[in-house]
């Protein structure tokens, strides 16, 4: 126990000694994650963890860390490595006890929720009201408010907006205050709006990638909710791990579209955006397919072995349609998109694809099966979440292609060209796009250190193109700052601003000082 | 099997949670989208599969030692397998074989299982039972039944009784009822009385497994000497160890059954017929052990290959096939019941955390965990909750005497179809 008795105890007297705990049993369950060993030499057991019940206790925590300068990670359902602590002399904040819906507002279309709320629980309240949430590819077991502060990209982002989910929120700045932001910040009010009445510092909490816990720690968000016109609750059929997302045929249609080449099915992707038509719109990667729609790793590989998707699959676009108004709507849009498919060259996929793809469907409502990526070999990972356009998505792709090439070639990573493993998706009817260049591996510190290096790699070959590098964490932000209008130089101001002591998850969103400093 | 042989699924663990909650295709309600009973009482990661891979990580790496705490945290899961359930939905490890094997490492180096589990051992080894009662009383429930001894006898059918249902006061009217259920209709079948030994799966479970083979290779060779071709049990616990275990460990020249689907068989045959009605809304619950624990045994011996994959390739136990149907099917089948089914079922059943060691040694787990379940029934609108196992029902009883909300009414499914025969 390295942290001060006088420390321990002034948490104890916040928290009460059942949610408290610095016993090394405790703090090993906070302490691995493969893939802190990416960017860092060392992975440390917390000192203590913490378990808030409320926004007042977050409070009293970050105070009481500031007193006595020790380090702490705010965390939401601890799926990224940034809650892993790398340093000595950090807690962890679990939000366990932080776990509610506070409220569904359904006239003006939001919740308002506590960070340890998942997806799934928040989907389901929703659409027993007629609402509903996108929810991430992360899978919908992750935390609404950790995903949304981070990115917030979701199956359906074509329909429902980038970045546009956060409303109000509660935020307790690294030194204990409580900021209210959005219409929260005005005396009275209630959450609905985000940009005001009140201030709108949405930018510090979300900007790109979130901030990671390096920036205190938000209690509560508001998230917009959408129009749901789909059965209230979850259509789910079959036995696991063969479940089925029925949705009634008449209102819920997806389609899947091959393209001669990346170029037609990106201007595919750009028609159907202008158009306006289309719940959700990916171009998938043809290995996404055996990875999503078998059961077992045997059958997996069967499938990779054979070579179908590989063949058949590749250059695909998905597009959920979905009838909202009436099932006539349903049928315009189908109109539209056959159009489409004509004046772009497409073809529909075979049956096969369309069997496969059937899971695929459903998870974009609520994703339930994303985290089968992790199947294939023992994990996976990605580079990517470059928000920019379509064209941009395509770029990006290529250039991740280059710099994976001799990782492939070793055999240290599974993936394939850009057409097999990017996915690009859509935002906004097409007017943001991301591309994710996803691979599988095994586990070790040696190939976890090799990943590093292709990262890096990535990032140098995107500034070497002047592509927009996407997410960007802890040092890296000194490479891509430069090449990007200097926003390193701002954001390691906004740390030092609000986190003078540098305690709040370091080395997040950006370290303190740079290595020559 | 050590621990060693599950290094591949420890270190490729990707910490995604879904061992803590419901498939979410399934959830249709927020309050009943988590399944581990452990995590959902303790809340800290330790006591989740996650936590729990790192601390069997940790041991075998020198990370951690043992402590109190590790061993409280190795012991207070009731083993239920839903954590194995929702991470193949994803990915092929084995997390339910990795929990068990983490305690018998824990008993084989001398440091479980908890002092509360010893009387257990030192019962079983003392008495072939788990509740420290003489041998003699072992066939008391049975006085006055006129029921076959097949030590004495032959008979097509062997009714194991197991240690619960035979010496609980509030549960021995569940084999009597039974006894005369069978009896009703026609079967051909007798009991080992007093020569009835543990099964072995309490044992089994706190770690101790050189103890647990010793008794499974006991019955095995007792049963099939008696020439039964049926073992029927109305002991969830049994049932689960004779089918998932037992064949690991010898020949087994007999079915096992459970007695909901004995049942189901025998009204299928029609030696079991209605003749009365039963005017009854009622809610099943799955025990884990005819359900996701319940599963056939799968022999599979071999290794870990490049990229994770199982060499020889390995079928994965699911949860899927245990009893599910039968007991539905036989409540179905009673005219009058409403069977209206709970949220969490089958192999994604929320566990009334009464099995694992956990009822002896933290009562108050398990009465939480019964609690929460039985408000989850109350909330379906049913009358009664049903089940068939002595551990799931002397814990609702404790959980329904300290209910404050007002209790819900608990059946054995044969006291059930015997009101109505």
């Known amino acids: 126990m390295s942290l001060p008795n006088d420390a321990c105890k002034a948490l104890e007297n916040v928290l009460g000694a059942e949610y408290i705990s610095d016993d090394p049993a405790m703090t090993q369950a906070y302490s691995y994650m493969w893939n802190v060993d990416i960017h860092c030499p060392q992975r440390c057991r917390p000192e203590a963890i913490v378990l808030p019940g409320s926004t007042e206790e977050v409070q009293d925590i970050i105070r009481i860390a500031n007193r006595f300068k020790f380090q702490y990670i705010p965390t939401g359902t601890m799926l990224l490595a940034t809650t892993i602590p790398t340093q000595a002399n950090t807690i962890i904040i679990d939000p366990k006890r932080m ?50 502060l981070f990115q917030g990209i979701a199956g359906t982002t074509h329909r429902h907006g980038y970045n546009r ?14 900021l209210r932001l959005g219409s929260l910040g005005m005396s009275g009010s209630k959450w609905f709006w985000g940009d005001g009445p009140g201030i709108n510092l949405k930018g510090l909490i979300r900007a790109d990638c979130g901030h990671c816990g390096g920036l205190g720690m938000v209690t509560k968000i508001a998230v917009k909710l959408h129009p749901w016109s789909g059965p209230r609750t979850f259509p789910c ?51 996404a397919f055996p990875i999503l729609a078998t059961n077992s790793k045997e059958d997996l590989w069967r499938e990779l072995q054979s070579g179908y998707f590989q063949k058949e699959a590749t250059c695909l676009i998905g597009v959920l349609l979905v009838g909202h108004s009436s099932e006539r709507e349903l049928v315009y849009e189908e109109k539209v998109l056959k159009e489409i498919i004509k004046e772009t060259g497409g073809e529909f996929a075979p049956d096969k694809v369309y069997e496969m793809g059937k899971v695929i469907s459903g998870d974009l409502i609520r994703f339930g099966f994303s985290t089968r990526l992790f199947r294939s070999a023992g994990t996976f990972f990605e580079v990517g979440l470059s928000i920019d356009s379509l064209d941009h998505s395509l770029k990006y792709g290529r250039v991740a292609e280059e710099a994976k090439k001799e990782y492939l070639e070793t055999g240290e990573i599974l993936g394939g060209d850009a057409e097999a493993s990017d996915w690009i998706n859509s935002f906004d009817f097409a007017h943001y796009s991301e591309c994710e260049s996803v691979f599988a591996m095994e586990v070790n510190r040696q190939i976890a250190k090799r990943i ?66 | 099997m050590s621990l060693e042989k599950y290094r591949w699924d420890l270190i490729n ?24 009973p452990s995590n959902e009482r303790y809340l800290f990661a330790a006591y989740s599969c996650q ?35 929702t991470c193949k939905v994803y990915r092929d490890m084995e997390p339910l074989e990795i929990l068990q094997e983490l305690r018998v490492k824990c008993v084989e180096d001398g440091q479980g299982p908890l002092p509360a589990h010893k009387p257990i051992i030192d019962s079983v080894k003392s008495y072939d039972n788990v509740w420290m009662q003489p041998r003699g009383r072992r066939n008391a429930w049975a006085k006055g039944l006129n029921i076959k001894d097949l030590n004495k006898e032959k008979a097509e059918v062997l009714y194991y009784v197991g240690c619960t249902y035979a010496y609980e006061p509030r549960l021995q009217k569940v084999p009597q009822n039974t006894a005369n259920l069978l009896k009703k209709a026609g079967v051909d079948f007798g009991i080992l009385g007093n020569k009835e030994f543990c099964c072995g799966s309490p044992i089994l479970k706190i770690g101790d497994r050189k103890l647990y083979e010793s008794y499974a290779q006991k019955n095995i060779e007792a049963f099939n000497r008696l020439g039964v071709k049926k073992v029927v049990t109305s002991c969830a616990g049994c049932y689960g160890l004779f089918k998932a275990h037992y064949p690991a460990v010898g020949k087994m020249g007999f079915e096992v ?38 599963e056939p045994y799968v022999p599979w011996e071999g290794k870990r290959a490049k990229y994770g994959l199982y060499d020889p390739p390995k079928k994965l136990n699911r949860g899927t096939n245990g009893v599910y149907e039968p007991p539905r099917n036989v409540l179905r089948s009673i005219p009058g019941i409403d069977l209206i089914e709970m949220e969490r079922i089958k192999e994604f059943s929320w566990c009334c955390a009464s099995g694992g060691g956990v009822k002896s040694a933290f009562p108050d787990f398990a009465i939480w965990s019964a609690r929460e379940r039985i408000n989850e029934a109350k909330s379906t609108g049913a009358d009664a909750l049903v089940t068939s196992c002595p551990w799931c029902e002397a814990n609702f009883m404790d959980a329904n005497e300290e209910e404050q909300s007002g209790e819900i009414k608990l059946y054995d499914l044969v006291d059930l179809v015997l009101q109505v025969i």
């Open chain 1, 99 to 148: 776990n509610r819906i506070i409220e569904i507002d359904v006239k003006n279309m939001y919740a308002v929720i506590e960070p340890y709320v998942t997806y799934t629980q928040l989907h389901a309240e929703a659409i027993k009201r007629g609402l509903t949430i996108q929810t991430p590819g992360a899978g919908s077991q992750v935390s609404v408010l950790a995903n949304q």
């Open chain 1, 165 to 178: 989910s956060i409303l109000a929120a509660e935020w307790v700045l690294p030194g204990g205050e409580v």
């Open chain 1, 237 to 287: 059929a079959g036995t696991s791990p063969l479940l089925e997302a029925e949705f009634p045929p008449e209102r819920f249609k997806m389609y899947w579209i091959r393209f001669p080449n990346y170029e037609k099915l990106i201007d595919a992707m750009y028609e159907i955006g202008k158009a306006e038509i289309g719940y959700a719109l990916h171009k998938w990667p043809s290995i």
């Open chain 1, 452 to 517: 590093g290096e292709y990262i890096v790699k990535t990032l140098k070959y995107n500034l070497r193109d002047n592509i927009h590098p996407g997410f960007v964490e802890g040092e890296l932000h000194d490479i891509a700052g430069p090449a990007e209008l200097n926003y390193h130089k701002i954001l390691r101001k906004i740390k030092n601003l609000l986190d003078p002591n540098n305690l709040s998850n370091p080395p997040y969103p950006i370290p303190a000082k740079t290595n020559s400093e």
């Open chain 2, 13 to 36: 663990c990707e910490r995604c949670n879904n061992c803590l909650w419901d498939h979410p295709w399934r959830v249709k309600d927020a309050k009943y989208a988590k399944i581990c």
């Open chain 2, 51 to 85: 936590g729990r891979f790192d601390i069997a990580r940790g041991l075998m790496d020198g990370e951690i030692k043992y402590s109190d705490r590790v061993l409280d945290i190795i012991y207070r899961c009731s083993l239920c397998g839903a954590c194995d359930v």
């Open chain 2, 257 to 294: 059954l459970h007695i909901t689907e004995y049942i189901e068989q025998l009204i299928e045959e029609g030696k079991i017929t209605f003749s009365k009605e039963l005017p009854l809304a009622v809610t099943w619950h799955d025990p884990c052990h005819i359900g996701r624990l319940g």
